[in-house]
C-alpha cells in the first residue's frame, strides 16, 4: 500500500501553492469566517475531481493531455492546451509573486529574488536531480503545519468558526463572487489534473492497486482543506476583526505579526516562499511535458536541447515569461496573482466536462467507467462551476449590474 | 499524395445523389504479400446512424465529395472483421513506434496511395505541417512541406517501418510486433523508455523470454522492477534464469526480501545459486557486479584439448575471448586469449603459453577500481579473485564502464514522480 500513496497527497500539498495561501488569507482577511461554509463542497469537489483523475490515469496509463489528444481529435486538443498554457502562465506569474511577496517580508527587493528563483529553478530541473528536491519540498512542506498552528495562535472564537462551517450564505457583489470562483479555481486548479494523472501513470500504478490510491486521494484533499480553512481562520480571528483590509499574502503575514505574534509571521513567510518555488519548479515543467505529449514532440529531458526543442522552449519561455511579468512595474502582485487563480476557475469546467467524456468512454475504460451516483455528483459540480464561472465573467465585465 | 484527414468529414453521395452521410471511419487490412494495409470499407454517418460501406461500392473516392456506384438500398454492409484495422478510431492521434528511426511518435495524419483502382496506407505523417493541416491550416501547411524537398518528407514514416501500440482494453495487440522482435534490445529498451509503464507492459508481455531478458538487461534496475510488476512469478523466474547472474542479481537486490526470496526458489537451482553468490557483495563492487559466466580450463592440458573444453563450456560464457587457467582448488594461475590458444600448436602444454602475470581486482574492490583497469590495460574482462587468490567471477568491460558513462537511461531525467 506504502509503495501506491503519494501522487494523490503530493498533488493536495502542491495545491497550496503561492495563489492558494494568498486566496485564502483574502478570503479570511475580508469576509472573516464567512466564507467557510463552502470548505465541505470544495472537499468533496477536489476528492470527485482528483479520483477521476486518479481512475483516467490508473486504467488507461496514460497522462490526460495523451487522452485528450487520442479521443478528441488535433482540434479540441490544440484549443484546451492553449487555454491551459495561457492559465498556467498567469499561475508561474502568481508563483514568482509569491516569491516576491515573502522574500519582501524579509526585506529582499524582487529585483534579486524572483531572477535568483527563476535561475535557480531553471538550473534544477536541467541540471538537478528532480528526486531529491522534490522530497526537500515535501519535507519542507510540512511547514504547512504552520498555517494549522497559526490558526490556534489567533485564538478563534470557535463556536462562532463552528457556526460559520454551517451557515451557507452567498453575496452577489464582485469581490464575494471572484473570491467564490477563486477559491474554487485555486483548490482544483486545472494544472493539478494534470500533473497528478501523469505522476500516477510515471509510478505504473496497476488497476488492482486502485483501491489504496483511493485513500491518498482521500487523505490528500482532507489535508489540503484543512490547511486552506485555517488559513482562513487564522486571517479571519486576526486580521478581519481589526478591520484590516489585505491585499495580499504579504499584508496579511505582516498584519499576523503584532496581532499573533513574529513567529507566526515568519512561519507563514516561509510557508509562502516553499509553496511558491516548489510550484515554480513544478508547473512549468507540468505544462512543457502535457504540451509534448499532446503533439508528440520529444519530452525527455536528456542532455541534448536539440533533441527537445519544443520542449525546452516552452519550459524555458514559462519560466523567463513568468518572473519578467513579476518585475514589471505593476501596481500591485496581488491583482496578477488573484487574476491566475480566476482564471483557473474560469478553465476549470472545460477540463471536468473534458474528464467526464473521457472518464464515461466504454472504449477507454471499459468496466471502469463512473458510476452513475457519481456521475451525477460530478455533473452537478461541473456544472455549479460553470454557473459561477459564467456569473463571474459577466460580473468582472459589467460590475455594476447587482448592485 | 492525399491523406486521410481530408476525407473525413466528407459528404459520401449515392448513385442518385443522395447523402448517405459523412466519413467517419476507414478500415483497411494487410492482403497477402504488401506490407501497406489496404482501404476495405468507409463508414458513413448521419445523425446517430452508421453505415459500413464496402471500399468496391465506392466509384471515386476523391476529396470534395466520394461518390458510389450504387443505390442507398443496394448496400450490403461491410461486416468488420478480426484483422481490420479502424483507421481513424485506433492509429490516428495514436502513438506508434518508428522501429527505424527506434522512437514513439505521434500520429498526425496517414498518407493513402492510389495503385490502379485500389488504395493503400502509404505512409505515417507525425510532422509539424500535418498538424497544421489537420487545424484546418492547408495553406501553410503546404507552403511547410514545400520546403522539404519531394518524396521522402521529414517526419513521414513508411508504414513497413510502422508498429501499432494498442493498449486500448478492448483490442489489445495480440500478436507480439514481429518489427519489434528484430530490433536490438537496447533500441527496445529505448522504446520501453519512451512509452508509460502499462505500455512498456504490454510490449514486454509480447516478447519471448531470450528478447525479453535481453532488453530487461539494458534498463535500470529501478526501472525494471516497475515493469516487472505484476508479472506471474514464474514467468519472471524464467526471465531471471535467461539474464546474466549479475543482471538478475541487480534486479532481485531492488525487489523486496521476501519477493526475491521466492523468485529464487522458483528458478533452476544451478542459476539460483550463481545468483545467490553474486547477491552477497555490495552492488557497487567487483563482487557485485562480476559474472560466474566465464571459461575455465586446467594448466596441464593442450592447447587441443583446450579448444575440446572449450567448445563444451562457451556456451554459457559471457566473454570468449579470455580463457582462464585455474587449478583444481579454484586458484587463478594465468589467463590466455582465444587468439593465443588458435595460433598455439595442438601439442602445446598450456602452462607453457599462458600468460602468468595477471592483471585482477578483488571481490571488494570498487566498480570504479575495475573500470580504471580495465580502461588501463585495454581489457575486455578483468578477473575478480578473493585474498586466496581464487577465481570467482569476471567483470566484463561494459559492466564496468556502465557507472561511468551513463547510458539513456541514466541521461533521461526522471519525469514528474517517482
Known sequence: MLAVVGPGIITANVDNDAGGITTYSVAGGDYGYSLLWMMPFVLLALIIVQEMCARLGVVTGKGLADLIRESMGVRLTTLILSLLVFVNLANTVSEFAGVAASME?????????????????????????????????????????????????????????????????FKLEVGYVTLFVTIIGTTIAPWMQFYQQASLVDKGIRVEDYKYEIVDVVVGSIFAVIVAAFIVIACGATIHKQGIMVESAKDAAIALGPLAGKYAQILFALGLLNASLFSAAILPLSTAYSVCEAFGWESSLSSEVKDAKVFFTIYTALIVLGASIILLPIKSLIQAMMASQTLNGILLPVILITMLHLINNRQLMGKYTMSRWLNIVAWITAIILIILAVILLILSIFPGLFR | MPYISQFMGRPIVDLDGEVIGS????????????????????????????????????????????????????????????????????????????????????????????????????????????????????????????????????????WDDVELLS????????????????????????????????????????????????????????????????????????????????????????????????????????????????????????????????????????????????????????????????????????????????????????????????????????????????????????????????????????????????????????????
Not at chain 1, 143 to 159: E, F, N, Q, T, V
Not at chain 2, 77 to 86: A, C, K, N, S, V
Open chain 1, 105 to 169: 517580508i524579509f526585506g529582499v527587493s524582487k529585483f534579486v529574488s524572483v531572477p535568483l528563483a527563476a535561475i535557480g529553478v531553471w538550473l534544477l530541473v536541467y541540471k538537478g536531480d528532480y528526486k531529491t528536491t522534490e522530497r526537500v519540498f515535501l519535507i519542507a512542506s510540512s511547514i504547512y503545519l504552520a498555517y494549522i498552528a497559526s490558526g490556534y495562535l489567533a485564538h478563534p472564537d470557535w463556536g462562532e468558526v463552528g457556526k460559520a462551517f454551517v451557515t451557507p450564505n
Open chain 2, 23 to 158: 466519413l467517419s471511419e476507414v478500415l483497411a487490412h494487410k492482403v497477402g504479400e504488401i506490407s501497406h494495409p489496404k482501404i476495405v470499407a468507409i463508414e458513413a454517418k448521419k445523425g446517430s446512424h452508421t453505415i459500413m460501406i464496402p471500399f468496391s461500392d465506392v466509384a471515386a473516392f476523391v476529396i470534395p465529395a466520394i461518390a458510389l456506384n450504387k443505390r442507398k438500398k443496394q448496400i450490403i454492409p461491410y461486416e468488420p472483421g478480426e484483422h481490420d484495422l479502424y483507421l481513424i478510431r485506433d492509429v490516428l492521434d495514436k502513438q506508434i513506434i518508428d522501429t527505424n528511426g527506434v522512437r514513439v511518435v505521434r500520429v498526425n495524419d496517414l498518407e493513402i496511395t492510389r495503385v490502379e483502382n485500389e488504395f493503400f496506407i502509404a505512409n505515417v505523417d507525425t510532422s509539424s505541417s500535418g498538424l497544421l493541416r489537420r487545424l484546418g491550416l492547408d495553406a501553410i501547411s503546404k507552403r511547410f512541406s514545400n520546403k522539404g524537398k519531394r518524396g521522402a518528407q521529414p517526419g513521414n514514416i513508411s
Open chain 2, 167 to 418: 493498449t486500448d482494453q478492448p483490442m489489445r495487440l495480440k500478436v507480439p510486433g514481429e518489427k519489434l522482435a528484430e530490433l536490438h534490445p537496447a533500441d527496445l529498451a529505448e522504446i520501453l523508455s519512451d512509452l508509460s509503464r502499462q505500455e512498456g507492459r504490454d510490449i514486454l508481455e509480447s516478447l519471448d523470454l531470450e528478447t525479453l531478458a535481453d532488453t530487461l538487461e539494458e534498463v535500470e534496475p529501478e526501472f525494471q522492477v516497475s515493469l516487472l510488476e505484476g508479472m506471474p512469478d514464474e514467468r519472471v523466474a524464467d526471465v531471471l534464469e535467461e539474464m546474466e547472474p549479475d543482471e538478475a542479481a541487480d534486479l532481485l537486490a531492488e525487489l523486496p526480501k521476501d519477493r526475491s526470496q521466492e523468485l529464487l526458489e522458483l528458478m533452476e537451482d544451478e542459476e539460483a545459486q550463481d545468483v545467490r553468490k553474486l547477491l552477497a557483495y555490495p552492488d557497487n563492487t567487483a563482487g557485485g557486479i562480476m559474472t560466474t559466466e566465464y571459461i575455465t580450463i586446467p594448466p596441464d592440458i593442450t592447447a587441443e584439448q583446450a579448444m575440446v573444453v572449450i567448445r563444451e563450456q562457451g556456451e554459457e560464457a559471457e566473454v570468449y575471448y579470455y580463457i582462464y587457467v585455474t587449478d583444481s582448488a579454484g586458484h587463478l594461475l594465468g589467463v590466455l586469449s582465444l587468439r593465443e590458444l588458435v595460433l598455439a600448436q595442438p601439442k602445446t602444454k598450456i602452462s607453457d603459453i599462458m600468460v602468468k602475470r595477471l592483471v585482477t581486482v578483488h571481490l571488494e574492490d570498487t566498480q570504479d577500481d575495475c573500470a580504471q583497469s580495465v580502461a588501463k590495460y585495454d581489457l575486455i574482462a578483468i578477473p575478480v579473485v578473493d585474498d586466496d587468490n581464487i577465481l570467482h567471477g569476471i567483470v566484463t568491460a561494459d559492466d564496468a564502464i556502465d557507472k561511468i558513462i551513463p547510458t539513456t537511461w541514466k541521461k533521461r531525467l526522471p519525469r514528474l514522480y517517482h
